[in-house]
Structures are given as structure tokens and as C-alpha cells.
Nanobody, 125 residues
Framework: QLPLVESGGALVQPGGSLRLSCTASGFTRPYVAIGWFRQAPGKEREGVASINNSDNFKYYADSMEGRFIISRDNAKNIWYLQMNSLKPEDTAVYYC??????????????????WGQGTQVTVSS
């Protein structure tokens, strides 16, 4: 069983909004932070946003800041990625990942230990 499970991906029109969820299963480690990454067809995976478990550090990729919001529900152990003003270039498989690194995790893919299976987001009219 994967430690993290994403959900919420869908087909949405340009300009629309979508909220992705990342749920921790019962087999997770004590993550210091959770990150969202995405991979578009034919492109490398890139960082989108990340948040630490104290909710006092958040990182966003430049192209997403102001449109995407990362948050967490401590009680439910769920992390969210609210995506607004979606563009066709936001089309990708979105992954959440957990890290046990105490520092330096940011949006560095290699610094994240556990990954979900991904959820497809398609922005198209």
C-alpha cells in the first residue's frame, strides 16, 4: 500500500479551479513536510508547492504562486492543493510526496522520500 494517495484530479476548463487532496495511509513515516509535484507529457517532473508540518514554511514554484495554495488539515492528516485560474499548461499528473528531511526539502524532488501514485489534471475547453 502506498503511503500517500492523491485524489481530486479531473478535466476542467481554462480559468477554472480544482482542489487536490493527499491522504496519508496508515503506513506513513513522520513527515517533516509534504510537497506537490507535477509531470506534464514529455516533460520532467517539477515542484509545485510544499508545506511543513508546522504550517509556517510554504514554498511555491514561481509560475504557480498566486494561483495555487497549499494547505493541510492536521486533524484529518490530509494535505490540499487548491488550484485557481487554471491554464492548459497546468495539464499534468500531480503527485504528492512526503519527506523526513529536516531541512532543504523545498521543491527538491530528490529530497522527498515517499510518493503517491498521482492524479491526472487536464485543463482544456
Amino acid at each position: 500500500q502506498l503511503p500517500l494517495v492523491e485524489s481530486g484530479g479531473a478535466l476542467v476548463q481554462p480559468g477554472g479551479s480544482l482542489r487536490l487532496s493527499c491522504t496519508a495511509s496508515g503506513f506513513t513515516r513522520p513527515y517533516v513536510a509534504i510537497g506537490w509535484f507535477r509531470q506534464a507529457p514529455g516533460k520532467e517532473r517539477e515542484g509545485v508547492a510544499s508545506i511543513n508540518n508546522s504550517d509556517n514554511f510554504k514554498y511555491y514554484a514561481d509560475s504557480m504562486e498566486g494561483r495555487f495554495i497549499i494547505s493541510r488539515d492536521n486533524a484529518k492528516n490530509i494535505w490540499y492543493l487548491q488550484m485557481n485560474s487554471l491554464k492548459p499548461e497546468d495539464t499534468a499528473v500531480y503527485y504528492c510526496a512526503g519527506t523526513t528531511w529536516s531541512t532543504g526539502w523545498g521543491l527538491v524532488e530528490d529530497n522527498f522520500d515517499d510518493w503517491g501514485q498521482g492524479t491526472q489534471v487536464t485543463v482544456s475547453s
